[in-house]
């Protein structure tokens, strides 16, 4: 005998798949923050291994690589420290997104004890990163 699917199995089953978008979120930023440092590092050595290395004089980071649309555009132009840089913002980024993405989750749930708490922990994730020093 069938019977009907009772309430706390679609819960189940949201909570699954809940689960699943934010495994695929860090799985997928984790993959990109990966690549995209991998391939940076690889290029930089590739470029520039053969240089001797000077540890006397510290050098920070370049000029062009101070912001992320600096970033973004040393990508572009193929700049192999700008694409090392952007495989660490995309490391940054990925726990934001989870959070992000588990404040949508609990709002289409309609859960806003946990949107609360969620948002909260989204405010000082992006103040930390923003605003504090």
Same mark, same amino acid.
């Given at each position: %005998?069938?019977?009907?699917?009772?309430?706390?199995?679609?819960?189940?089953?949201?909570?699954?798949? %809940?689960?699943?978008?934010? !495994?695929? /979120?860090?799985?997928?930023?984790?993959?990109?923050?990966?690549?995209?440092? !991998?391939?940076?590092? $690889? !290029?930089?050595?590739?470029?520039?291994?053969?240089?001797?290395?000077?540890?006397?004089? #510290?050098?920070?980071?370049?000029?062009?690589?101070?912001? /992320?649309?600096?970033?973004?555009?040393?990508?572009?132009?193929?700049?192999?420290?700008?694409?090392?840089?952007?495989?660490?913002?995309?490391?940054?980024?990925?726990?934001?997104?989870? !959070? %992000?993405?588990? %404040?949508?989750? #609990?709002?289409?749930?309609?859960?806003?004890? #946990?949107? #609360?708490?969620?948002?909260?922990?989204?405010?000082?994730?992006?103040?930390?990163? $923003?605003?504090?020093?």
């Amino acid at each position: %005998m069938t019977t009907a699917g009772t309430p706390q199995d679609g819960a189940v089953i949201a909570d699954q798949r %809940m689960t699943t978008i934010l !495994v695929s /979120v860090l799985r997928i930023g984790a993959a990109l923050a990966a690549t995209a440092t !991998v391939l940076g590092g $690889l !290029v930089l050595l590739w470029r520039h291994g053969g240089e001797p290395a000077d540890y006397h004089l #510290f050098q920070g980071v370049q000029a062009g690589n101070r912001t /992320v649309g600096d970033i973004l555009a040393g990508t572009l132009t193929g700049d192999p420290r700008s694409l090392v840089q952007l495989g660490i913002l995309l490391l940054i980024a990925t726990p934001v997104m989870r !959070v %992000m993405a588990s %404040m949508v989750g #609990f709002v289409i749930r309609r859960d806003w004890a #946990f949107t #609360f708490v969620t948002s909260l922990a989204l405010v000082g994730l992006l103040y930390g990163l $923003l605003v504090a020093t």
